[in-house]
Nanobody
Framework: QVQLEESGGGLVQAGSSLRLSCAASGRTFIYDSMAWFRQAPGQEREFVAAITWDGGRTFYGDSVKGRFTISRDSAKTTSLQMNSLKPEDTAVYFC????????????????WGQGTQVTVFT
């Protein structure tokens, strides 16, 4: 069974940092691009960041550029370092994976995690 499991969400004050992690299991993800998306209540899912299988290329949504950093920690794990958090970053954050980076960035990766809640308060 293919599984992506997120961890690291929580309740934090604006201006602080948080690190999310995603662990993949059930199949080989070594050649998959991995990504993070988020969805706030009443809003559409938003692309946050993506990284190619070899870590050679990264992509970011405009709202997080310069504050968030995606990294490939291993063949099956990826992390999202979130700095200078704002209340508008409050959302459920989802990990995703797909062999095709174009598919990932377009918002239609084949594999999704269950999500982890991030809440930023002032």
């Amino acid at each position: 069974q293919v599984q992506l499991e997120e961890s690291g969400g929580g309740l934090v004050q604006a201006g602080s940092s948080l690190r999310l992690s995603c662990a993949a299991s059930g199949r080989t993800f070594i050649y998959d691009s991995m990504a993070w998306f988020r969805q706030a209540p009443g809003q559409e899912r938003e692309f946050v960041a993506a990284i190619t299988w070899d870590g050679g290329r990264t992509f970011y949504g405009d709202s997080v550029k310069g504050r968030f950093t995606i990294s490939r920690d291993s063949a099956k794990t990826t992390s999202l370092q979130m700095n200078s958090l704002k209340p508008e970053d409050t959302a459920v954050y989802f990990c995703a994976a797909d062999p095709n980076i174009g598919v990932v960035v377009s918002g239609k990766p084949g594999y999704w995690g269950q999500g982890t809640q991030v809440t930023v308060f002032t």
